[in-house]
């Protein structure tokens, strides 16, 4: 997925699953982490570890649970981080970790990631293709987009969020 595609679901799946508007702003911020790190490979092998560490599920799962549980699985608030409340802390870094996580999901549904090794097998599926022009969407990913967004939208109406 783009850029750009994955902010927009990020931020409106974790708001409408959550009902925290705190915890998608967040989640939208950590959205493009796993490709912002691969810039700081060497430009000669980049392509080559593309989509291979950075990309790999394990340490940011077990990143974002250990924050989760530092946080005692609690969602962001404004209250509680304006109170400097540590918990509310964790949940920030937990729901930020979470966007990397969504935006491995995510290219994982238009190709393939790594599963348990990271140089080994990979999993995804191939439910779109992605454009050829850089930073372009393709029809396949606006129809997913928009999708998650409608869903997302009626999840935060239901929830009183957007009245």
């Not at 912002?36 to 593309?50: A, D, S």
């Not at 969407?137 to 987009?145: I, L, N």
């Given at each position: 997925?783009?850029?750009?595609?994955?902010?927009?679901?990020?931020?409106?799946?974790?708001?409408?699953?959550?009902?925290?508007?705190?915890?998608?702003?967040?989640?939208?911020?950590?959205?493009a982490l796993p490709d912002?790190?691969?810039?700081?490979?060497?430009?000669?092998?980049?392509?080559?570890?593309?989509r291979k560490f950075t990309?790999?599920?394990?340490?940011?799962?077990?990143?974002?649970?250990?924050?989760?549980?530092?946080?005692?699985?609690?969602?962001?608030?404004?209250?509680?981080?304006?109170?400097?409340?540590?918990g509310a802390l964790w949940?920030?870094?937990?729901?930020?970790?979470?966007?990397?996580?969504?935006?491995?999901?995510?290219?994982?549904?238009?190709?393939?990631?790594?599963?348990?090794?990271?140089?080994?097998?990979?999993?995804?599926?191939?439910?779109?293709?992605?454009?050829?022009?850089?930073?372009?969407?393709?029809?396949?990913?606006?129809?997913?987009?928009?999708?998650?967004?409608?869903?997302?939208?009626?999840?935060?109406?239901?929830?009183?969020?957007?009245?």
């Open positions: 997925m783009t850029g750009r595609g994955h902010r927009l679901v990020t931020f409106m799946a974790v708001g409408g699953t959550t009902g925290s508007p705190l915890a998608a702003v967040f989640s939208l911020m950590g959205a912002t790190l691969e810039r700081f490979f060497p430009r000669r092998t980049r392509n080559r570890y593309h990309h790999w599920f394990v340490p940011w799962l077990l990143l974002a649970l250990f924050c989760f549980y530092r946080a005692q699985w609690n969602l962001p608030s404004v209250a509680v981080l304006m109170g400097g409340g540590e949940s920030c870094v937990a729901f930020w970790l979470m966007g990397a996580l969504m935006h491995i999901l995510e290219d994982a549904c238009c190709g393939k990631v790594p599963l348990l090794n990271p140089m080994r097998r990979s999993f995804g599926v191939h439910l779109f293709h992605m454009s050829s022009e850089m930073g372009e969407m393709s029809a396949g990913e606006m129809a997913f987009s928009l999708v998650v967004v409608l869903l997302s939208l009626a999840a935060w109406v239901k929830q009183g969020i957007m009245l």
